[in-house]
């Protein structure tokens, strides 16, 4: 079979790693990938968003399956584009990924089909949007609707933030903005929930957890994601089959029913509150760096499974897991989420990567001459497994003391909380 995975981050590095040692793949191209992933597959310079680039390519190199990893060319219609070109395509139609583009579309998803998540009210006129907040006693969340990078949502502990939130977004998104989402603040323990959906079969995935703040114990603004552990103990099998129940499976009925099934990985962001888990939002891929954990974690080959899923045939399939655990910790450049500087040269990762267990993930490297150089925020995911999240997280740590790296920084108690 002749792949192609889209997307160039530490997620499709990962995906390439174990799509590479499928005895069904043939040869296997990334498009655009990046320095590390090069060593799994051959890099094309196409960037994930240039849709008829991509299918350009797809159709001119005989591919067999494309694997898309981020969630813009999904929103985008890259798999209705290559499913319409006869080629296969893992992943959500245009109209599935709305899950993930349009949080007022999940959300009134929700409410008609009783699917717990926060309450919530969506409002198109700024004014209208801070009376509303002005009228609660407490804080709320204040959300962007449309992608926004992960930038597009406050957690506001005030009426005043909530105000002062409504505002800033508004000014900075633009257009992005126009529609706004107040939701109830719910509090508890947040877990990754992903499942492969084939239009009707729901097949969970080992449970995930990520940090989304940039700093020790849960300081600093929001990222795209520093580090991640698999499992989760905060949610049990007894918890799974509960969200399966009142959550996936009834949105992979609505969206089924509605004449646009979901087709792909459906990763539920959930809040573990004392009512039970709530809905936070969904995401129409796998999360990045949740994939760092879990396809290593993988004992199953991946590539069948995502042609089932594809295929309409997760009904009788099974998913084998490595009873250990995996820890992945973040490195990124000094500056990240805010600005900072590209091009700085990155030493030690073969002598990182080559501790036992021990894989570095890259997301925005580089190959210059023959360095390795950092190109972006999130840099590389450095993934250890263990018997234990305690164990894997050690062993992920003196992967990182090998790196040299001055330019670079990570959070330092990635897995703390699962192994306290
Ligand atoms: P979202 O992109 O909607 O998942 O929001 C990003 C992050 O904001 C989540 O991972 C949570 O940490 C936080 N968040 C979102 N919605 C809520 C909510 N209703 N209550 C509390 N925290 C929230
Ligand atoms: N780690 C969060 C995300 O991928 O959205």
Known sequence: MR?????????????????????????LYCAPGNAGIAQEAECVPIVATDLDGLVAFAR????????????????????????????????????????????AFMKDLCRQHGIPTAAYATFTDPLAAKAHVRSKASGCVVKADGLAAGKGVVVAATVAAAVAAIDGLTHELG?????????????????????????????????????????????????????????????????????VKRILKPTVTAMATAGTPFRGVLYAGLMITHEGPKLLEYNVRFGDPECQVLIPRMMSDLLPALVATRDGELAKFHLRWWDKAAVCVVMA???????????????????????????????????????????????????????????????????????DWPEGFCRRDIGRRASA
């Open 333 to 403: 450049t000094t500056g990240y989420p805010g600005a900072y500087p590209k091009g700085s040269v990155i030493r030690g990762l073969d002598a990182a990567g080559s501790l036992p267990d021990v894989t570095v993930f890259h997301a925005g490297t580089a190959r210059v001459d023959d360095d390795i150089v950092a190109q972006g925020g999130r840099v590389l995911g450095v993934t250890a497994l263990g018997t234990t999240i305690r164990g894997a997280q050690a062993q992920a740590y003196s992967a990182i003391d090998r790196i």
């Open 175 to 243: 257009a992005a903005a126009t529609t706004l989402v107040i939701e109830e603040l719910l509090v508890g323990e947040e877990a990754s929930f992903h499942a492969l959906v084939d239009g009707t079969t729901v097949l969970p995935l080992a449970t995930a957890q990520d940090y989304k703040r940039v700093g020790d114990g849960d300081r600093g603004p929001n990222t795209g994601g520093m580090g991640a552990y698999s499992p989760a103990p905060v949610v049990s099998d007894a918890m799974a089959a509960e969200v």
């Open 60 to 103: 001119s190199n005989r591919i067999d399956f494309v694997v898309v990893g981020p969630e813009a060319p999904l929103v985008a219609g890259l798999v209705d584009r290559l499913e319409s070109s006869g080629i296969k395509a893992f992943g959500p139609s245009a109209a599935a990924a709305r899950l993930e583009g349009s949080k």
């Open 3 to 27: 792949v192609l995975v889209v997307g160039g981050g530490g997620r499709e590095h990962a995906l390439c790693w174990a799509i590479a040692a499928s005895p069904l793949c043939d040869k």
